[in-house]
């Protein structure tokens, strides 16, 4: 199993950024996804999830209406788009599927 995150990096606020999710080693369109951050000195927190198939999604209140998450099986690949983005949203932004953890991608919002 593995899980390759991309898409990080420095955004003024109120910038957008698209994450993805690279999958292999296993039958992704099987699974849900979820999209986890930590940022420095704080605890890892989820941030939003999707259904196996995509249907069915969830998020954290404090990106609500902020933040899509989203799918594409065929291409074994998950998405976070990220928009209105605040310096508080700024950390390691992490991939979960099938109970594996890629290595991270940093997304920094300050001007």
């Known amino acids: 199993v593995q899980l390759v995150e991309s898409g990080g990096g420095l955004v003024q606020p109120g910038g957008s950024l698209r994450l993805s999710c690279a999958a292999s080693g296993f039958t992704f369109r099987y699974y849900p996804m979820r999209w986890y951050r930590q940022a420095p000195g704080k605890e890892r927190e989820l941030v939003a999830a999707i259904s196996s198939a995509g249907g069915s999604t969830n998020y954290a209140d404090s990106v609500k209406g902020r933040f899509t998450i989203f799918r594409d099986n065929a291409k074994n690949m998950g998405h976070l788009q990220m928009k209105s983005l605040k310096p508080e949203d700024t950390a390691v932004y992490y991939c979960?599927?099938?109970?594996?953890w890629g290595q991270g991608t940093q997304v920094t919002v300050s001007s």
């Open positions: 979960w599927s099938r109970n594996s």
